[in-house]
Every structure is written in C-alpha cells, then in structure tokens.
C-alpha cells in the first residue's frame, strides 16, 4: 500500500514537472530578426548570414532542446533542436542565437534553412510535439542590409526596425542620460554647475570649521574642568591636612637656614687690595740700567 501511494505521488510529481516544463516552453519568443546580413556580427566561423534570436520572458530555465524552428508553414519540424546541450537552457530573461546558414551541421545554433531578402520570411517556433506551435512571425520583404526586424520591448508584441542591432541582447537599451541631457539643455554654459561646486565646497569649509571649533571648545572646558578640580583637591588637602602653626616653623627654620648661609653683607661690595710679594732677583725694576746723566 505505501509503495502504491509512493509511485503515484512520483507520477504526480513528474506530470507537474512535465506540464510546468511545458507551460514554460510555451512562453518562448521569436524576437528579432536580421535577413540581410553584411557588414554585421560573425558567427562562430567567421561568417555572416542572416539569424534571429529567442527570447525567454518567463521566470524560470525553459529548455528548449527537443523543439522544433521551420520557415516553412508545412513542414513544423524542419530543424530539430539538439537535446542534451547545455547552452539550450535559456535562464530567464536571456537570448538565444541562431543562425540562418543552411549548414545544421556546424552546430546546435546553425540552422538547416536560410532567410531569403527577396521575399517574406516565415519563421516558427514548436514545442517538441512537432504540433503545438510557440510562436511565429513573418517578417516583410524589402529589409535593409544591417537594420533588424524585432520587437520594440523584448517578449512584448510591437515589432519595429532597429538600425542599432543587438543579437542575444535587449532590443531596448538606453545610451543617453536624461539627466545630464536636461542638465546641457539647462545649463550650456556651466554657470550653475559652477556655481553648484563652489557652494558645496565652501559648504563643506564651513561645517569643517564648525566642528574643529566645537571639538576645540569642548577640550578647553574639559582641561578648565580638570584644572579647577585639582585646584580644588589640592586647596583642600593642604587646609585641612597642615595647621597654622607647623607652617609658621616650618618658615621660621627656612629663615634661620638663610641667615647661616649667607653673609650678612650680602648687598655690599668689598674690594680688597691683593699684596704681592718681589724677589730683587725676579723684579724687572733692577735689571734695568741708568740713563747716564749729562
């Protein structure tokens, strides 16, 4: 009984998968398209042929391996896609590349039919019962060498033609900032840019300015605070700690220890004479002779 239970829980499971595959395969969509190809992107032989890209709107991975592309109305299984590739699991939001070449053998991307430019090109996309048809497109005779025929907004339905071509990209994409566009319409000149930068700079300067200041005022009254604190301890240490009296001999002895170190006659200068004792012997006065006297 449990293993019955168990095997129609897995069928279940695979059916939901199966359909959930299915519904996302269906999601699929052609999305732009180049007949005329010369001077455009090469594929991965160095050539250039006409291609088209798909294009997965879902929210989940769609594999598309196993499903079908034709150009022809009758005959919905004309290029069979290649299971087992890897690269044909299309992630949300992404592309996938094909190329119109007419040689399937150089890969799972390269298609067994061309785009003819001298008529409509009628390309389809079917699940891979051969039967259920994902989408299709015929794209009008009379396209330009280079300029792609796509969808204005990827996955949605307005097609338009892209001089600006872009396999496996969006077709949509934004070169220009409106911003900065608005701002050259604006301001041409640069005046209010200008004036815009100084502001901000002296802006700037000034909250600078303010905060080194009241960081400076903070750490004065801090240290004014420290200061009057000590003082504070300091002055109370000594009134209550030391008496009148033992300051009073405590001066009384550094008087008396001055009086015995100086001398009394501290502010008068003395000057003594030096007496110096001559030899006959060394004194110069002898050696000298006398000037004779006329």
């Known amino acids: 009984m449990i293993k019955k239970k168990t095997g129609v829980l897995l069928s279940l499971m ?7 595959q299915a519904q996302l395969v269906t999601s699929m969509r052609i999305n732009e398209v180049l007949v005329i190809n010369e001077d455009n992107f090469v594929d991965d032989y160095g050539k250039r042929n006409g291609w088209f890209e798909l294009y997965n709107p879902s929210a989940g991975t769609v594999n598309i391996g196993g499903c079908f592309l034709t150009n ?11 299971k087992g590739d890897v690269l044909t699991k299309i992630r949300p939001g992404q592309h996938a590349l ?7 053998s150089r890969g799972t991307f390269h298609l067994n039919f ?11 996309l079917y699940d891979s019962d051969g039967k259920t048809l994902v989408d299709e497109i015929t794209i009008p005779a009379g396209q330009r060498a280079d300029i792609s025929y796509g969808r204005k907004i990827d996955g949605q339905e307005e097609w338009v033609c892209f001089e600006k071509v872009t396999p496996s990209a969006n077709n949509l994409t934004l070169d220009t900032n409106e911003k900065l566009d608005n701002f050259k319409l604006n301001d041409s000149i640069g005046i209010g840019m200008t004036l815009t ?3 901000v ?6 909250l600078l300015y303010l905060c080194f200041k009241g960081v400076g005022n903070a750490a004065i009254s801090a240290s004014k ?3 009057d604190k000590a003082s504070r301890e300091t002055s109370g240490k000594t009134s209550g700690d030391v008496s009148g ?4 001999a405590i001066s009384m002895a550094l008087y008396e220890l001055d009086e015995d170190v100086h001398d009394i006659e501290n502010t008068v200068l003395t000057i003594q004479k030096v007496k110096r004792n001559y030899s006959p012997w060394s004194s110069k006065i002898y050696g000298l002779r006398e000037v004779p006297r006329k």
């Open 72 to 82: 022809d109305k009758n005959n919905p299984k004309k290029y069979p896609i290649p």
């Open 225 to 227: 605070r420290r200061a």
């Open 98 to 104: 094909f190329w119109a070449d007419g040689i399937a």
């Open 245 to 248: 009296e033992i300051l009073a």
């Open 197 to 199: 930068a100084m502001a």
């Open 201 to 206: 700079v002296f802006l700037g300067l000034i």
């Open 114 to 124: 061309t785009l003819d430019p001298t008529k409509e090109n009628y390309i389809a």
């Open 14 to 20: 695979l059916l939901c998968s199966m359909g959930a």
